[in-house]
């Protein structure tokens, strides 16, 4: 199974729409770490899948980044949310989704979902596996004896585990054949016959997993997929799911795939992208505190995994250069980025490139940060999370403030 880049990656950015001028600017009023999201790379973003895929329903992932800014704007683009929790749900709610436009999914849906995605009555629903339709069945029977002439049902697709290799880290392969992600194809026809029986069947739901950078863990689908659409001609949906790596997916050829598969089983198309729409519009500025020699140069700067979890949880190589430098590595030297917590895991980039001058007080930039960075972070150690800013165009806005040490101790009871 492949595994995400480890170690070096020194790429330079692709330069944000904001100039470094302005991210110095964030940095300066706000503080760091601080998110900072460009919405127009967001827009540019849903042009392009839009562009690649114009039969496609777009449903994105909010866990990739649920901050109320990208909400607004993506719902009010017209595309769809995929929400797993109660909170994504209440989320893309208030963001601004339609409710027959969202997508609820993921292996642990409990009555309190249920309850609220039956209440804002949600257009779809992913079923992860039989004993998730019996936790349903009621709730949707009792709408029904409730209310049978208004009530507007959610529309259902069984999500299948193709038992592949998606060829990425094993943390992110869902549909491998030791993920606890959907059906397997046998009971996924169970549970789908179930539906049909009802008249509640929409169509599959796969999603193989994340980061993936190859189609051809999608093409593994093909047959699968024509072979249930055979089974279940009333199914109208198909649901690729996302998993879209960021850099350096392929998009046109995943485009071609995709539709040509939809096209010739007469399914329409539904795409949950996560990661795609939101990584590459997001940087996390942090500030040098100290620099230590010895066998490995440490940097230390004020954030670390409890702000940016990937490096430490992945592996992940995300690009890091200092503001105002464009990317240049020359008179660079090797050092390791680390952050302010106790383990050696708390550390954002391993034997990087960084300028030799670089000094306390400096400015760094972690690339690829607007997809799984503020929304993995975390109070570990009792740190405060990073406050999150946008750039629309040229107007700089806070949209979530610096936690406080009041906010980490609001819960607490005695
Ligand atoms: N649909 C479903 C059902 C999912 O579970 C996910 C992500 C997506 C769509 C969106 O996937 P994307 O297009 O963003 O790859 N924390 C990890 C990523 C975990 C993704 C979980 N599911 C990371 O930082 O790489």
């Known amino acids: 199974m492949g595994h995400l880049p480890v170690g070096p990656r020194q790429a330079v950015l692709p330069s944000l729409l904001v100039t470094d001028d302005q991210l110095a600017d964030a940095a300066r009023r706000f503080g760091t770490p601080l998110y ?87 257009g779809l629903v992913s079923l992860d596996g039989i004993s998730q339709w019996r936790l349903w069945r009621p709730f949707i029977e009792e709408r029904v004896r409730q209310a049978p002439a208004t009530t507007a049902l959610p529309r259902f697709l069984v999500r299948v585990n193709p038992q592949i290799d998606p060829g990425t880290h094993p943390h992110l392969a869902t549909g491998a054949p030791i993920s606890k992600f959907g059906s397997t194809p046998a009971e996924a026809r169970v549970l789908a016959t179930e539906l049909r029986t009802n008249g509640l069947l929409a169509g599959f739901h796969f999603h193989i997993g994340s980061q993936i950078s190859s189609v051809d863990a999608y093409r593994l689908l093909g047959d699968l997929c024509s072979e249930l659409r055979d089974e279940f001609p009333d199914a109208d949906l198909l649901d690729l799911g996302g998993g879209y790596a960021v850099p350096g997916f392929p998009l046109a050829e995943f485009a071609e795939f995709a539709t040509a598969l939809a096209e010739n089983l007469g399914l329409e198309l539904l795409l949950e992208p996560g990661r795609y729409l939101v990584a590459d ?62 383990e050696n895991a708390d550390r954002l980039a391993a034997a990087i490139s960084l300028p030799v001058d670089l000094k306390p007080g400096d400015l760094l930039v972690v690339g690829e940060t607007g997809a799984y960075g503020m929304a993995m972070a ?20 806070l949209v979530r403030s610096r936690e406080t040490v009041e906010d980490l101790m609001r819960l607490e009871l005695e």
């Not at 990208?70 to 929790?85: D, K, N, P």
């Open 378 to 397: 975390s109070n570990y150690a009792s740190s405060l999370r990073p406050a999150e800013a946008i750039f629309d165009g040229d107007e700089l806005r």
């Open 281 to 342: 519009a997001g940087v996390l500025l942090t500030s040098v505190r100290h620099l230590k020699a010895g066998p490995v140069r440490h940097v230390i700067v004020d954030a670390g995994m409890a702000d940016l979890l990937r490096p430490a949880l992945y592996g992940a190589a995300h690009p890091v250069r200092r503001l105002g430098d464009g990317g240049s590595d020359t008179h660079a030297r090797t050092a390791d980025l680390d952050g302010p917590l106790c």
């Open 36 to 122: 900072v999201y460009d919405l127009n790379k967001v827009r540019r973003q849903v042009a392009r899948l839009r562009e690649a895929l114009p039969g496609a329903r777009l449903h994105y992932a909010v866990k990739a980044n649920p901050s109320r800014a990208l909400l607004r704007l993506l719902s009010s683009a017209g595309l769809g949310a995929e929400v797993i929790t109660l909170g994504e749900l209440e989320r893309a709610h208030r963001g601004g989704f339609p409710s027959r436009r969202l997508l609820v999914s993921g292996p642990g849906q409990d009555e309190l979902l249920i309850e609220r995605a039956l209440e804002l009555e949600v």
